[in-house]
């Protein structure tokens, strides 16, 4: 397909701090597909293939140990509420409060954030998340009837553009 089988990518914010993802995805090599954040007092580590999750540091934290138990024993445990639990606790307190909750912003800049890593994977450029917001690229075919053909052409950092 015409999909970057390996890019790596720096996400910088205002305050400094930097993420770092990288990911590989190539025929007979081990796959790759991970975050890392670095700070001043530990690493978050983030695999997206293999579902590790952990942090290390002063706020240690593992995904492993505080799902390795039903949620009641979880939080006996680790007082760590497994994240379904804590999503129905957060969405039932809003609706007895008349606070509807509303993820949409932010599942929408979160996907931004992965498109503009994309373009600037692509086209070999920085990419701010303002260009990302008003970029004219189109990524999804006007017409999706079963036969439709969507042939993007194969990117070339540093040579494809950014819309």
């Known amino acids: 397909g015409n999909v970057y089988d390996h890019f790596g990518l720096t996400y910088e914010y205002d305050n ?3 993420i770092y993802f990288f990911c590989r995805q190539q025929a007979e090599t081990t796959p790759s597909y991970a975050v ?3 700070g001043k007092d530990g690493r978050c580590y983030v695999d997206c293939r293999t579902g590790e999750h952990k942090i290390t540091g002063k ?3 593992n995904l492993a140990d505080a799902t390795k138990f039903t949620d009641a024993e979880a939080y006996k ?3 760590v509420r ?3 639990q804590v999503e129905h606790d957060e969405l039932f307190a809003s ?3 008349n606070k509807p909750m509303n993820d949409g912003e932010w599942m929408t800049r979160s996907n931004l954030l992965a498109l503009a890593g994309r373009m600037a994977a692509y086209s ?3 990419i701010t998340f ?5 970029s004219s690229e189109v990524l999804f075919p006007g017409d999706i009837s079963r036969d439709t053909k969507y042939d993007l052409p194969i990117a070339i950092p540093g040579v494809t553009a950014f819309k």
């Open 95 to 97: 609706i007895r409060a």
């Open 124 to 126: 070999g450029q920085t």
């Open 77 to 79: 445990q680790t007082k």
């Open 36 to 38: 890392e954040l670095i």
């Open 130 to 134: 303002d260009q990302a917001l008003n």
């Open 82 to 84: 497994g994240m379904y």
């Open 59 to 61: 706020n240690a934290w």
């Open 16 to 18: 400094g701090v930097k």
